[in-house]
């Protein structure tokens, strides 16, 4: 298939743009930045122009080009919807456009907000504490809205927190890269509360997997509307991830507790039934294997740097 990926230059982008291309896919990137890994063509997708003329001649989009920082979309709401809903719009108009039927996207559980109960189902109720949250349920929405008005085949997938070699975030502000680093150069690690909440750590790998597999459902059940939920559906307190780096990196974490943060669950994960049964998939790697090969990748890469 001849395959388009938006955002195709970060963290997820590039283990996905891999994978396919292994699979005998032909792969165009289209990013702000590029990368050293393949071809990139630079553009906004906020650029309707530029997506009317880059987006087509395609099978499928995925559509991963968005803004991710929760804390940030707060100070900056504004700019989360000009990137993640007007964004959203330059490319499946440009889609409608050139006739690019299938949408593939990566949504967030932060459309959920504060759950009434975990853990959470598709179906539960959808109410996001901050505007990036906000912003995916809205490009969800949208979405929706194609599906339906234009005969579109749309795919949202909803995850937490996503983690791996490669993740690399500036200013990195998520947690299992952080708190590698933090123990590596022997530095304060940052925990707000007492460590005990839970939050759904997902591999890499593992929702590369997924996104691979939805792209048989948009080819076999087409002009529909999907929305599932990708869990390992065993969280994992920050006192315990801390634990396990310890015993990997092999060294004791200087832990600085902070006060809880405001709107800040105690548990955070998703039931991914609805994906076991749709996709036929379910997260492989568990978590003392995921940090351990995410561990030796930070610390390869930065013996790398100094010498």
């Avoid at 123990?183 to 759904?200: A, C």
């Avoid at 310890?246 to 809880?260: G, L, R, S, V």
Wanted: net charge negative; aromatic share 8%; with cysteine.
């Amino acid at each position: 298939m001849k395959i388009i990926i938006t955002g195709g230059s970060g963290f997820l982008g590039k283990h996905l743009h891999k994978a396919l291309v292994n699979e005998g896919h032909r792969v165009k990137n289209i990013d702000l930045k590029e990368t050293t890994e393949f071809d990139t063509v630079i553009a906004d997708v906020k650029d309707q122009e530029k997506m009317l003329i880059e987006i087509k001649d395609a099978d499928l989009v995925f559509h991963l080009a968005s803004l991710i920082e929760a804390g940030e979309s707060v100070e900056e709401p504004q700019k989360y919807i000009d990137c993640n809903i007007s964004g959203t719009v330059s490319v499946l108009e440009a889609m409608r456009k050139n006739n690019i039927k299938k949408f593939i996207f990566s949504s967030s559980a932060a459309v959920y907000g504060e759950p009434l109960s975990v853990p959470i189902k598709e179906n539960d109720r959808t109410m996001p504490i901050n505007p990036y949250g906000m912003t995916k349920l809205a490009m969800e929405a949208l979405l929706s809205s194609y599906v339906k008005a234009y005969n579109f085949t749309g795919i949202a997938l909803r995850y937490f927190n996503l983690y791996g070699p490669g993740e690399d975030h500036q200013p990195e502000t998520h947690a299992i890269p952080r708190f590698i680093k933090q123990i590596h150069e022997d530095k304060q690690v940052t925990v707000w509360g007492n460590g005990q909440h839970k939050r759904d750590y997902i591999y890499i790998d593992d929702i590369v997997s997924a996104h691979l597999r939805s792209i048989d459902l948009a080819q076999n059940q087409v002009a529909q509307y999907h929305y599932m939920n990708l869990s390992t559906q065993k969280p994992n307190s920050v006192s315990e991830i801390i634990q396990l780096l310890e015993d990997i990196m092999k060294k004791t974490a200087n832990i600085q507790n902070f006060p809880d943060r405001p709107g800040d669950p105690l548990i955070l994960t998703a039931d991914a039934s609805k994906a076991k049964k749709v996709l036929d998939w379910e997260s492989k790697v568990d978590i003392k294997t995921g940090l351990k090969q995410t561990v030796d990748y930070f610390i390869k890469l930065w013996e790398s740097k100094s010498s």
